[in-house]
């Protein structure tokens, strides 16, 4: 299995006290260096501007890349754009474009983008909620696009509603998106009423949901809409800021729940389209939680 990561990733600076901090994907690549050897490691090359713009309109990437600040800015009161993020964000735009390539190629089964800045948030043309491009997105119309793919599915268990994936796939009936989260929380959006033409599953959770609540909305609800979707690629916006520990939210989940959760999809994929799965990771916000989890959830790709 692949992991794909960039330095550049690191030196996106936030500032101070920012929750979406480089130690995040540091904890990330040391817990996967040291409790999973076996994994492939592979640098992020840069996305291109042509599959930039297959998810984002001209005046976001031109916001991004060409804006050049000499110190850090605020693109909303949370998104920060420093002299070093449209390097980070190019590089987890590709992170996910070429472990798409990969994995349709026959080179890995699965794949996992170890990024920041996340991107779930990010709309066709806005950047907010700590994401610059949305990743996931770009991955998606890629695989479309370039490769020639009819279904893909992507599946979101940030306890953030996606809603920048939702806002570019709702009238897209080649995707499906499916996304558990806590409601209400920021961004305010994932009702069980916003359906798309179709293609957009949300089940939203209350605060101090548990395991037990988790588990059976994806198996009552959202992988039974994912089977029945029958993708030809399953791709996975992992957050795991739903742990019991994170610092910005209130649901409780462990992580084996994110372990059960992949369980389940590598079962979805394995049914439908030879296994192949591509994750790129979102939240997560407790260090010691979020290494934790990512190694039970990349543990359970390895599978």
Same mark, same amino acid.
């Given at each position: 299995? &692949?992991?794909?990561?960039?330095?550049?990733c690191?030196?996106?600076?936030t500032?101070?006290?920012?929750? $979406?901090?480089?130690?995040?994907?540091t904890?990330? =690549?040391?817990?996967?260096?040291? $409790?999973?050897?076996?994994?492939?490691?592979?640098?992020?090359?840069?996305?291109?501007?042509?599959?930039?713009? &297959?998810?984002?309109?001209?005046?976001?990437?031109?916001? =991004?890349?060409?804006?050049?600040?000499?110190?850090?800015?605020?693109?909303?009161?949370?998104?920060?754009l420093s002299?070093?993020?449209?390097?980070?964000?190019?590089?987890?735009?590709?992170a996910?474009v070429?472990?798409?390539?990969? =994995?349709?190629?026959?080179?890995?089964?699965?794949?996992?983008?170890?990024?920041?800045?996340?991107?779930?948030?990010?709309?066709?043309?806005v950047?907010?909620?700590?994401?610059?491009?949305?990743? #996931?997105? #770009?991955?998606?119309?890629? %695989?479309?696009?370039?490769?020639?793919?009819?279904?893909?599915?992507?599946?979101?268990?940030?306890?953030?509603?996606?809603?920048?994936?939702? %806002?570019?796939?709702?009238?897209?009936?080649?995707?499906?998106?499916?996304?558990?989260?806590?409601?209400?929380?920021?961004?305010?959006?994932?009702?069980?009423? *916003?359906?798309?033409?179709?293609? #957009?599953?949300?089940?939203?959770?209350?605060? $101090?949901?548990?395991?037990?609540?988790?588990?059976?909305?994806?198996?009552?609800?959202?992988?039974?809409?994912?089977?029945?979707?029958?993708?030809?690629?399953?791709?996975?916006s992992?957050?795991?800021?739903?742990?019991?520990?994170?610092?910005?939210?209130?649901?409780?989940?462990?992580?084996?729940?994110?372990?059960?959760?992949?369980?389940?999809l =590598?079962?979805?994929?394995?049914?439908?389209?030879?296994?192949r799965?591509?994750?790129?990771?979102?939240?997560?916000?407790?260090?010691?939680?979020?290494? *934790?989890?990512?190694?039970?959830?990349?543990?359970?790709?390895?599978?």
């Amino acid at each position: 299995m &692949r992991v794909y990561t960039h330095p550049a990733c690191l030196a996106h600076d936030t500032g101070p006290d920012h929750a $979406e901090r480089p130690a995040r994907l540091t904890a990330v =690549v040391d817990a996967l260096r040291r $409790e999973l050897p076996a994994l492939e490691w592979h640098e992020a090359p840069r996305a291109t501007r042509g599959q930039l713009l &297959r998810a984002h309109a001209p005046d976001l990437l031109d916001a =991004v890349l060409e804006t050049h600040p000499a110190q850090r800015i605020l693109l909303d009161p949370d998104t920060v754009l420093s002299p070093t993020s449209a390097e980070a964000a190019l590089r987890a735009a590709g992170a996910a474009v070429a472990a798409v390539d990969a =994995v349709l190629s026959g080179k890995t089964r699965r794949a996992f983008c170890a990024v920041r800045p996340p991107g779930h948030h990010a709309t066709c043309d806005v950047a907010m909620g700590f994401c610059l491009f949305n990743n #996931i997105a #770009i991955a998606a119309l890629h %695989a479309l696009d370039k490769h020639g793919l009819e279904r893909v599915a992507i599946v979101d268990f940030d306890v953030h509603h996606g809603n920048g994936t939702q %806002a570019i796939f709702e009238r897209d009936p080649r995707v499906l998106f499916a996304s558990s989260h806590q409601w209400p929380l920021y961004p305010d959006t994932g009702a069980r009423n *916003e359906t798309g033409v179709g293609n #957009i599953v949300n089940m939203p959770l209350p605060a $101090e949901a548990e395991g037990v609540l988790f588990r059976r909305a994806w198996d009552d609800v959202l992988l039974p809409a994912v089977d029945d979707f029958r993708p030809q690629l399953l791709l996975v916006s992992a957050g795991f800021d739903a742990h019991w520990r994170d610092p910005l939210a209130q649901l409780r989940l462990q992580a084996g729940d994110y372990a059960w959760i992949t369980d389940a999809l =590598v079962a979805l994929a394995n049914r439908h389209c030879g296994g192949r799965i591509v994750s790129s990771l979102e939240g997560g916000y407790d260090l010691a939680a979020l290494a *934790e989890s990512s190694v039970a959830h990349v543990g359970a790709l390895c599978a």
